[in-house]
Antibody, heavy 121, light 108 residues
Framework: QVLLQESGPGLVKPSETLSLTCTVSGGSITSDYWSWIRQPPGKGLEWIGY???????NYNPSLKSQVTISVDTSKNHFSLKLSSVTAADTAVYYC???????????????WGQGALVIVSS | DIQMTQSPSSLSASVGDRVTITCRASQSISTYLNWYQQKPGKAPKVLIYAASSLQSGVPSRFSGSGSGTDFTLTISSLQPEDFATYYCQQSYSIPPITFGQGTRLEIK
């Protein structure tokens, strides 16, 4: 059973870089696609981007200038960096697996439990 | 971007009721439509993928249908544990992957 766990600082200052890591257990990261999704408090879900173990990435155009997703296959984890954050980036950040050979047509399962990141001075 | 619009945004129903939630895409997405359930403080959980396929372990009272631009999620007989927020999601046109705004299902 694949499990995902987010980790990283829960508080980030405005204009700084938010950094989170998602550790995959119970399976190898060298299969499937891996995504970051966020949810501002009381609001809906926003897809941030995905990565394949080869390093291929695809980002939400609305966040593309801020986002970097990377993978470390030796540690079986992938990471999110979001630069120049503002209060609008305050959200619960989820990592998730897309269990298909292609992202087209895929869904997310499982998800991590989520990590709340607050942007505040 | 493909916009996903759910209706209603909120819904009150009673245990045992049959409930239908609708999701409309701004352009055709074939059957590349997935449904999630989210309970407060928890991550979303996939219920239905590819418009009508029931995820393993999900009760059979959940069903999905539709293709093109119009999709429905039906709960045949509401149980107490079904009161939650439901989201649809498309992955036909990437980027971006987009979600509906959510439908909050509350106890009447």
């Amino acid at each position: 059973q694949v499990l995902l766990q987010e980790s990283g600082p829960g508080l980030v200052k405005p204009s700084e870089t938010l950094s989170l890591t998602c550790t995959v257990s119970g399976g190898s990261i060298t299969s499937d696609y891996w995504s970051w999704i966020r949810q501002p408090p009381g609001k809906g879900l926003e897809w941030i981007g995905y990565i394949y173990y080869t390093g291929t990435t695809n980002y939400n155009p609305s966040l593309k200038s801020q986002v970097t997703i990377s993978v470390d296959t030796s540690k079986n984890h992938f990471s999110l960096k979001l630069s120049s954050v503002t209060a609008a980036d305050t959200a619960v950040y989820y990592c998730a697996r897309a269990p298909r050979l292609t992202m087209i047509g895929s869904w997310f399962d499982p998800w991590g439990q989520g990590a709340l990141v607050i942007v505040s001075s | 971007d493909i916009q996903m619009t759910q209706s209603p945004s909120s819904l009150s129903a009673s245990v045992g009721d049959r409930v239908t939630i609708t999701c409309r895409a701004s352009q055709s997405i074939s059957t590349y439509l997935n449904w999630y359930q989210q309970k407060p403080g928890k991550a979303p959980k996939v219920l239905i993928y590819a418009a009508s396929s029931l995820q393993s372990g999900v009760p059979s009272r959940f069903s999905g249908s539709g293709s093109g631009t119009d999709f429905t999620l039906t709960i045949s007989s509401l149980q107490p544990e079904d009161f939650a927020t439901y989201y649809c999601q498309q992955s036909y046109s990437i980027p971006p992957i987009t979600f509906g705004q959510g439908t909050r299902l509350e106890i009447k």
